[in-house]
């Protein structure tokens, strides 16, 4: 067992740039930037092969929209947790509805959100907690409540077999049967995925550990365990989301980074230890993020579990739609020092205005884990499904076919572990990284080219970055029936067809 004691001591207040006034902002700000629209961007890639996930984004920078700083003018936005209801014969509510977000001064923007203007409340559940949610959708438009990593059954997974129609309510019941995990919730209808998420449809989605755990992590929600929600977007003239005239097939990019809906965002932080539970909600960007002052910080979380080990690093890439928890450590910092979260070009995504206090020394401390990550028998074991990503654009595929929704791709045994290789096989450009995500089950990493799990990998996944030429081993076991799908992360890809299905029995 890794222990990691962290001890805190006072510091004085730091202040961080944040002399920008809304108006500045605005006059700043004209996103024009579409230069990476349809049709204009297909030498965007390349660099295939380069095997340093490290290095984040690895399509060539050149025509991706570099982000702007934040200028700190704003205090980061904390989702609310979704609150139970009294009274009712269901214990959540969740609604997909229209807005309106000033993200711009004396201007607003059309979004969505849920339960409210834009992205929704963090929902909440206890490991082995069963919960009966009502969904609901306001929009004028069909849409569906994806539970992304949550492994429930099919019939509810709120894949684009589960559209909802506008005015329509369903009851659903959502089991936490594994698990603490940061996981969040999206829609998914086959098409305008990508649209939806893009005008601001997504939610965080937690699982805590159950009492009696032995793990000891910051876990008080807003004040030192923060849910981070990275986005980038582009605005149009109007500073409107206007998707059919931003988006690109390859993945829309903005210029403008928010986290958790907030744009130019600071978090002010008054404890020496806290953890992040970071999410890439974007449609297409990856990060790299690390800490402006390059200090190393603990990553304690993949996409579906806390990892065996806390892992040190400096830097921490997630593809669209990968979570990680860390833990900050904001002791070591002296009084002159600033300190913000960037991405790998140097955009400062969250700058921190540090002001600590008195409260006690925070610690980290992971639970036991006395079994192997993988044992001997599971890295040996044979591949019997075999993935193959290609393409770029709207010609993207899977094992050479686009979605069809009245196709089963493959079948696989509810219970029964088996292999599944992914390989996304390069093109005469080079290809490009595609996340490749499996609804209903939390997979692990056998392999990468036959090369052992990173120690910051060797917890559950349901994502995984997969660069161009790279052979990524999964296991994968489903524990609920139903049809599932599986595909690639990249929403714009997603609706250009690049899913399958697999039919679990
Ligand atoms: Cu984030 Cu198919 O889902
Ligand atoms: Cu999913
Ligand atoms: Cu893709």
Avoid at 49 to 76: F, K
Avoid at 240 to 254: A, H, I, K, V
Avoid at 439 to 457: A, V, Y
Wanted: proline share 5%; with cysteine.
């Amino acid at each position: 067992m890794k222990k990691i004691m962290l001890t805190s001591f006072t510091l004085s207040l730091v202040l961080i740039g944040c002399s920008d006034t809304e108006s500045d902002r605005q006059s700043q700000d004209s996103p024009m930037n579409n230069n990476h629209m349809r049709g204009e961007d297909n030498d965007n890639r390349g660099m295939g092969g380069m095997n340093n996930r490290g290095m984040g984004g690895m399509m060539n920078q050149g025509n991706i929209p570099a982000l702007e700083s934040s200028s700190g003018i704003n205090e980061l936005m904390i989702p609310p947790v979704l609150e139970k209801q009294q009274g009712e014969d269901f214990d959540y509510e969740v609604t997909a509805q229209e807005g309106s977000t000033q993200f711009f001064a004396g201007i607003p923007t059309d979004t969505y959100g849920y339960n409210g203007n834009l992205l929704g409340p963090t929902v909440r559940l206890q490991e082995g907690e069963s919960v009966d949610v009502k969904i609901t959708n306001d929009l004028d438009e069909p849409t569906t409540f994806h539970w992304h990593g949550l492994e429930v059954p099919g019939e509810i997974d709120g894949g684009p077999h589960g559209e909802i129609q506008p005015g329509d309510s369903q009851i659903i019941t959502l089991e936490a049967d594994q698990p603490a995990a940061t996981l969040w919730y999206h829609p998914h209808v086959h098409g305008t995925t990508a649209e939806q998420v893009f005008k601001g449809l997504s939610g965080m989605l937690l699982i805590d550990e159950a009492a009696g755990s032995d793990s000891e992590l910051p876990d008080d929600y807003g004040v030192d365990d923060i849910p981070l929600i990275f986005q980038d977007r582009l605005f149009d003239e109007d500073q409107q989301l206007n998707y059919n005239r931003l988006m690109n097939f390859d993945g829309t990019l903005g210029d403008i980074s928010m986290v958790n809906g907030t744009i130019n965002p600071k978090l002010t932080v008054t404890k020496s230890v806290m953890r992040f539970r970071l999410l890439n909600g974007a449609n297409a960007r990856n990060y790299t993020f690390r800490l402006s002052n390059g200090a190393s910080f603990t990553q304690i979380a993949s996409d579906g579990s806390l990892l065996d080990e806390a892992v040190e690093t400096d830097t921490l890439t997630l593809a669209a739609s990968e979570r990680a928890e860390i833990v900050i450590d904001f002791s070591t910092m002296t009084d002159e020092e600033s300190l913000a979260i960037l991405n790998d070009e140097g955009a400062e995504l969250l700058p921190f205005d540090v002001v600590l206090d008195d409260s006690p020394a925070g610690s980290t401390e992971m639970r036991t884990v006395d079994e192997p990550f993988l044992s001997e028998q599971e890295k040996a074991m044979p591949v019997t499904k075999e993935i193959e990503l290609f393409g770029m654009a709207d010609m993207v595929t899977i094992n050479g076919k686009k979605f069809d929704m009245d196709r089963i791709d493959l079948r696989q045994e509810r219970g029964v572990t088996e292999v599944w290789e992914v390989y996304n096989r390069p093109d005469m450009m080079g290809g490009m990284i595609h996340p490749f995500h499996i609804h209903g089950t939390q997979f692990k990493i056998i392999s990468r080219d036959g090369k052992e799990t990173e120690p910051n990998e060797q917890g559950l996944k349901d994502s995984v970055l997969v660069e161009p030429d790279e052979r990524v081993k999964l296991l994968v076991t489903f524990p609920e029936e139903g049809i599932f799908v599986f595909h690639c992360h990249i929403l714009e890809h997603e609706d250009n067809g690049m899913m399958g299905q697999v039919e679990v029995y």
